[in-house]
């Protein structure tokens, strides 16, 4: 793969740029100056019109094919410098210099944004937009004189009129890579803060979003930046920082330097929101602002280290808001949801691994695990800060941040950096899980683990092989990237103590077991007598994974069979009195985790079709649609669909109007579960209809739909015919979705066929080749799961109901 850092090194860039947001266009000269090593130096240039370049004043011949811009006879010098006039158009894909749209007081407001990672500066600008090609970059963008018109990027602005523009001029940024430049134009309001270490922080929303919903970000990103000073070691280095929410983003958040981009959904918190909001977005903002560090001040040398940025800042998201709101015990939801996530996704054969090489920047999409390059990385990070300690981390982190800042990495230099501190060799250890798929299932060879046999552990349904992973020793908490396969004695004699275990051991006890018998190694038979063990457990944490237990015996039935009702019975008897004890509304003195307790019993008891808390949660909305506790919102809206399903037109409606992201959602997901079928008519029909659902938010209506059994099939079938659509309307990232996900609520033989069908003819395409053969293998090893089990788990279940 040819890089063009090898033609040519940029040093310093100058981007003059009018932009005019009506007009869709975008003309630019980029005064470049660099290094030329070449006669020929290139620039990467997608989709953009060359008109003019001058090679140190000097009219230049070049030659451009819609990629790339190819400029001849240059001197080699190493300061050329090199001027080139473009123009280009805005486009509405989400990706490069995009348009953004947003309905307020009746017109719509036409944002301009960008989104650059990780290789669509060059639909931008001329470039050499490789992450190792570290520039300084000054930019001056003038647009249209407008009211109320504010224009950022990753610098402070000064701005000055001229005629019937203005101009927004911003002083050169430290060196960095190209994928970090941004810009946003467009109408927003934002609120100021200081934080205690004197940086300012201002955070912006669309001016039809509430005002006061930017307060939580600002407030998070304040304490979250002194954490990271204090932690590591050298002060957040730009002069300010801005967020801004945007009505339209693909992915969850960007970590411009200086300029964090987010979705709505991801950085809006009103002062009702719900405590999962606000977990939501205190993650993601402490996430993107260590990128700040990690990422932006260090920058690895190719996207193939990539998950070293993503795995560091999905850990430290945690250690973060741990500091931040210690009151939301978050390390739980680490334990629950991404170590959980990671157990599922890496127990498949042809996985990959998190370091995986990448040639092209265009086959990081293919990459894109977040099971694997986010929460497997992270918890593999968690385990190496457990082993070393926080303290010894952070000293090594330290000298790495001082020694390669402004720079670029690899993975090794952190493991070389983080040696000094470590009584092991973490480079050893780090190698022997990132490099490889897959993780080790544990036998107890003879007591208390002192000696044990690893196998790879694999939900395909094959053969477990003998593999080794060099652990040290078997630790019964959370840190270690395994399970543990008990022998019953073992099991029970755990169960039997089970209030005296820490809540880590009791954490790793339920995850282990529910994926030893999604396996097969086990019956899930065994799951029915075992969760009742937890009818009195006030841990949240515990009730989380009681629910993956139901999930999983869920698979076993077909919906509205004789046998899922039985499961459903079972089911209200195991949250009943818990339930009854909590109490469905939120009490004025609960703290978070009786919030969290709460939330985990009324799931399940959604799923019980629990028919008498329906009706009052139902009454409850009846009373005064606006006064919902916010924390049962969505299982309010839910009982009531049940019970009336013609309430879905309301709900629609106020998901048109409501321009808060965390109630619209509610509406929509709730409508999106009624059981009639001609009001299910109404939310399908919004598969695909862009005015009523943006693009960026399809995927989340397919996954409701998809959900919902009465629709299963037909959205499926959707899909089938209009997968045109879905690659046009959505990222690259987003296509690897609609595979992984069908294939993961899959349990039937005509589900696998239609599967099969589908997607089997789409395994060349590079892009989705892995998430499909991982996918078939998967829907297979579980209908031959269901085939095997089914009879055992009814004969168990019919002795509890
Ligand atoms: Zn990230």
């Not at 959980?340 to 999409?365: C, G, M």
């Amino acid at each position: 793969m040819e890089r063009l850092l090898d033609y040519f090194v940029p040093d310093h860039y100058n981007l003059d740029l009018e932009i005019d947001k009506f007009k869709k266009t975008i003309k630019g000269k980029v005064n470049v100056v660099g290094e030329a090593l070449n006669e020929t130096v290139k620039f990467h240039a997608v989709s953009l019109d060359i008109l003019k370049v001058t090679v140190n004043g000097e009219e230049a011949e070049f030659k451009t094919d819609g990629k790339a811009l190819e400029i001849h006879n240059v001197f080699l010098s190493p300061a050329a410098d090199i001027v080139i006039e473009y123009s280009g158009t805005l486009n509405e894909n989400m990706e490069g210099a995009y348009l953004s749209t947003y309905d307020y007081e009746g017109e719509k407001e036409i944002i301009v944004t960008t989104q650059f990672e990780s290789h669509y500066a060059r639909q931008a600008f001329p470039c050499i937009d490789e992450p190792a090609a570290k520039a300084s970059f000054q930019l001056t963008i003038t647009i249209p004189k407008r009211e109320g018109e504010i224009v950022l990027s990753n610098m402070p602005s000064s701005k000055e009129e001229v005629g019937e523009y203005e101009r927004f001029n911003f002083p050169a940024t430290p060196r960095m890579s190209t994928y970090l430049l941004a810009w946003v134009i467009g109408r927003f309001h934002g609120k100021t803060i200081k934080n205690n270490h004197g940086i300012e922080i201002t955070t912006y929303c669309a001016l039809n979003q509430e005002l006061d919903s930017v307060d939580f970000a600002n407030e998070i990103a304040a304490k979250a930046l002194e954490f990271y000073d204090d932690n590591f070691g050298i002060k957040y280095p730009l002069w300010k920082l801005d967020q801004i929410a945007l009505p339209d983003f693909e992915a969850g958040a960007m970590e411009n330097w200086g300029l964090v981009t987010y979705r709505e959904s991801m950085m809006l918190a009103n002062k009702d929101a719900t405590l999962g909001t606000k977990k939501l977005v205190a993650l993601t903002v402490a996430h993107e602002l260590s990128h700040q560090w990690f990422g932006d001040l260090v920058t690895m040398k190719w996207w193939d280290d990539l998950w070293l940025n993503e795995s560091f800042a999905s850990v430290m998201e945690y250690y973060a808001v741990d500091y931040i709101h210690p009151e939301y015990n978050i390390f739980e939801s680490f334990f629950t949801s991404d170590c959980y996530a990671a157990l599922l996704r890496d127990a498949h054969e042809d996985v990959q691994s998190v370091h995986q090489d990448v040639k092209t920047p265009e086959e990081i999409s293919t990459l894109f695990d977040s099971a694997i390059v986010y929460a497997k990385g992270a918890r593999l990070l968690f385990m190496l800060i457990r082993l070393m300690g926080w303290e010894n981390f952070c000293k090594g982190l330290q000298d790495y941040f001082e020694k390669f800042q402004y720079k670029n990495t690899v993975g090794d230099d952190l493991w070389e950096a983080l040696k000094p501190y470590a009584e092991f060799d973490p480079k050893e250890l780090m190698h022997a899980f990132i490099d490889k798929p897959g993780y080790p299932v544990i036998t107890n060879d003879g007591e208390n683990f002192e000696k044990f046999s690893q196998r790879r552990f694999s939900l395909d349904g094959g053969e477990m092989k003998e593999e080794d992973w060099s652990i040290p020793r078997i630790i019964e908490d959370m840190s270690g990237h395994y399970i543990l396969n008990l022998s019953d004695a073992e099991f029970k004699e755990r169960i039997d103590s089970f209030n005296s275990l820490g809540l880590e051991e009791k954490l790793r006890l339920l995850i282990d077991r529910d994926l030893i018998t999604q396996s097969g190694l086990a019956s899930a038979a065994s799951l029915i007598p075992l969760a009742l063990e937890f009818k009195s457990e006030n841990a949240p944490a515990v009730w989380n994974k009681v629910s993956s237990l139901i999930g999983n015996l869920k698979t076993y039935f077909d919906s509205e069979s004789a046998e899922e009702k039985m499961l459903k019975k079972y089911t209200l008897n195991l949250v009943d009195e818990k339930l009854k004890e909590v109490g469905m509304v939120t009490r004025e003195n609960d703290d978070e985790d009786m919030i969290r307790l709460r939330a985990n019993l009324m799931a399940l008891d959604y799923f019980a079709e629990d028919i008498e808390r329906f009706r009052e949660l139902s009454e409850m909305y009846e009373s005064d649609p606006e006064k919902m506790d916010p924390e049962i919102r969505e299982d309010i809206l839910s009982a009531k669909v049940y019970l009336e399903s013609e309430i879905v037109d309301e709900y629609l409606t106020k998901y048109k109007t409501i321009t808060d992201p965390e109630i619209r959602f509610d509406y929509l997901a709730s409508a999106a579960f009624v059981r009639d079928e001609e009001q299910l008519n109404k939310v399908f029909a919004l598969l695909g209809d862009f005015e009523v659902v943006k693009p960026q938010d399809q995927l989340h209506l397919f996954i409701y739909l998809y959900r919902n059994p009465k629709s299963k099939a037909k959205t499926f079938e959707w899909m089938t015919k209009n997968w045109d659509l879905i690659k046009e309307s959505g990222g690259e990232k987003t296509l690897n979705d609609y595979p992984m996900l069908t294939a993961r609520l899959a349990r039937t033989d005509e589900e696998l066929k239609k599967y099969v069908e589908f997607f089997g003819p789409m395994k060349d395409n590079p892009i989705l080749s892995r998430a499909i053969v991982i996918g078939e293998k998967e829907i297979k090893a579980r209908v031959e799961m269901i085939k095997k089990y089914r009879e055992a788990v009814v004969e168990e279940l019919r002795k509890y109901v």
